[in-house]
């Protein structure tokens, strides 16, 4: 199995040198597993491709993972990537690992879950908290092709996953496990189980710990399968729970101390939950593709979709989405790399809001298609499947309900210590293909002292000055300092850190605004420090002002009467990656497409 990635050296004259590994941390190392990732795939538009459009609706049509398609991603050792570099596998930084595994969730969301999004997710537990032997076992298995599964998610609480279904209690000197969940990913074909259970009635956070079971090693009569669970989307995931009967596990198969399940869950979900969406956001680029290709080819309205403006803003604004949507997901992954303890507040952000833009800008392309959003197989089918499948993947293992929760107990002290106050970073948070300290689960925090992204709206206010928009850009950022301004006046006065008192209406519209308050800052970021560099899209403020357009639109705040966006800008970019078939993401990656 080769796990590293190569470079080829060029001469000046072109011929071929010496074959070189690529640093797993750099930028080309990345586009190499892009590339390899979108050359085995092949182009999805393409009938006659075994991995294509095609043949990944006929298999959902079964309620089936391709197995042609899994075949593809065991070929790619795919698995490496969520294993940690010093245990043999490619994991060193967050957002390069979303972004290789876009490439698998633009052409089917359920490949992507239910092939390795959830190993990832369960490995995350292992990686933070596992002891040696645990973190070799788990790595070992994944590279050699098996799977994890993890019981964080929570259907019949709402996503709630210290609800009581697993418990585990001590009985004559043996720890054992009993209760149900009814959905568990893949818990039928994985070998390793990541379990969050209650092992104390006591209240308060130390009543839950977290076990590593090695599912060969329990006894076959106290571990039952349950009856795969029938959803509107994901059909090719395998939905399938456990039941634990008296089921004894040993001592050892705790992941780090008894009672520590809910700080390894909110140390982990600092990673995942900024991840899951990065790479779900996909599935909202080939949404697009597809709309783009119906008007391209079919018009709308009965006029090519250049002469009709409603289409064109409707495209444009769906890109626009997407980006903004990639800004905050970059700052979330990114932030896990440098294990600051507001890590853990950017991802649940990204896991709160990335789901909103992405299903409203679905539905506002669905518009497009017309009566084709209905068309199940052909050349347009792959779009109702995005359609029904988006509102799953982006739920995961906590819905918006849990990710609010986690921001809402941090707003009093970024609000008091932080807003309006920290001065800008250094901009390493927001450079995309900047190289970043190798990812350690084991140092994410969980307490926020500082705010770095939205340190980003005052820096701004700094850098307009000689910006084209001027007009438009100036009195949107003095816009969205001005809110964050009254959020801090709102959220200064709430209690610290009481999840209690903060779990209500009042204080998740505050979180809700929050959200809107950091897209906007982070697209700012972006935006700011791409100047001087080769993206000139990213470095023009035209798909800036049209972000800042929507996101205050959503926030319903002011904005300027005589100044319409420029998406027409936009529009053009939009058609250029479409003609050429790159992404529409941040990264504007070539893609294997028609």
């Known amino acids: 199995m080769v796990l590293g990635t190569t470079l080829v050296e060029r001469d000046r004259s072109g011929a071929q040198g010496t074959r070189i590994p690529a640093p797993l941390n750099s930028e080309a190392a990345v586009q190499e597993r892009v590339a390899d990732l979108e050359r085995r795939l092949g182009d999805p538009w393409d009938p006659g491709n075994p991995l294509g459009h095609a043949a990944l609706l006929a298999a959902d049509e079964r ?24 245990l043999g596998g490619r994991l060193v930084r967050a957002d ?45 298995l994944l590279l050699g092709g098996g799977r994890l599964a993890v019981s964080f998610r929570e259907l019949a609480h709402a996503n709630a996953f210290l609800r009581d279904e697993f418990s585990l209690r001590t009985s004559g000197g043996t720890r054992m496990l009993n209760g149900s969940k009814q959905v568990i990913i893949n818990a039928d074909r994985a070998q390793g189980l990541v379990i969050v259970c209650r092992s104390s009635d006591e209240p308060g956070s ?98 090519p979709v250049e002469r009709n403006p409603q289409a064109r803003r409707t495209l444009s604004g769906a890109f626009t989405d997407l980006l903004i949507c990639d800004s905050l997901a970059l700052a979330a992954t990114r932030a896990a790399g440098f294990g600051h303890g507001v890590t853990g507040v950017y991802a649940a952000a990204a896991k709160y809001l990335l789901p909103i833009l992405l299903n409203d ?48 107990p941090q707003l009093p002290a970024l609000a008091r210590r932080s807003w309006l106050v920290d001065a800008p970073s250094d901009g390493s948070l927001l450079r995309l293909r900047d190289e970043l300290p190798t990812l350690d689960l084991r140092r994410l925090g969980t307490f926020a002292a500082h705010d770095p992204l939205c340190a980003e709206l005052l820096a ?6 000689h910006t084209g928009h001027r007009a438009v850009l100036r009195p949107l950022v003095d816009h969205l300092v001005e809110e964050l ?25 505050l979180a809700d605004r929050y959200t809107l308050v950091l897209a906007a800052a982070a697209c700012l970021g972006v935006w700011r420090h791409q100047q001087g560099g080769p993206d000139t899209f990213l ?56």
């Open 485 to 509: 301004r009254r959020l801090r006046n709102s959220c200064a006065t709430l209690a610290p850190l009481n999840r209690a008192s903060l779990a209500n209406p009042h204080t998740y519209a």
């Open 361 to 408: 800008a679905v539905h506002e392309l669905s518009v497009l298609l017309g009566s084709s959003i209905y068309v199940r197989d052909g050349e347009f089918g792959i779009f109702q499947k995005h359609v029904r499948d988006l509102p799953l993947t982006s739920l995961g293992h906590a819905g918006a309900a849990a990710a609010l929760s986690t921001i809402s």
């Open 460 to 465: 701004a206010q700094d850098s307009l000055d």
């Open 206 to 303: 130390r009543a839950h710990s977290t076990l590593f079971l090695d599912r060969a090693a329990l006894p076959g009569d106290r571990v039952h399968d349950l009856e795969s669970y029938p959803m509107a989307g994901m059909r090719g995931c395998r939905k399938t729970g456990l039941e634990f009967t008296d089921c004894p596990v040993p001592d050892e198969s705790l992941l780090g101390e008894e009672g520590s399940g809910v700080d390894l869950a909110l140390r982990t979900f600092a990673f995942t939950r900024g991840i899951l969406p990065s790479m779900v956001l996909a599935g909202g680029d080939t949404a697009l593709r597809t709309a783009a290709r119906f008007a391209a080819g079919h018009g709308v309205g009965g006029r």
């Open 63 to 86: 309620g089936t993972l391709l197995p042609e398609a899994e075949q593809a991603l065991d070929d790619a050792c795919l698995n490496a990537e969520f294993v940690p570099a010093s």
């Open 96 to 140: 390069s690992l979303a972004r290789v595994l876009r490439s698998v969730f633009r052409r089917d969301q359920a490949l992507g879950v239910g092939y390795g999004a959830f190993s990832c997710l369960a490995g995350a537990s292992v990686w933070a908290a596992g002891n040696r032997t645990q973190r070799r076992w788990a790595a070992d």
């Open 539 to 594: 470095a023009s403020p035209d798909w800036l002002v049209v972000a800042l357009l929507r996101i205050c639109t959503r926030l319903g705040i002011g904005l300027p009467g005589n100044a319409p966006g420029p998406e027409d800008e936009v529009f053009t970019e939009l058609q250029r990656r479409y003609r050429e078939g790159t992404s529409f993401d941040l990264y504007d990656s070539p893609l294997a497409t028609s």
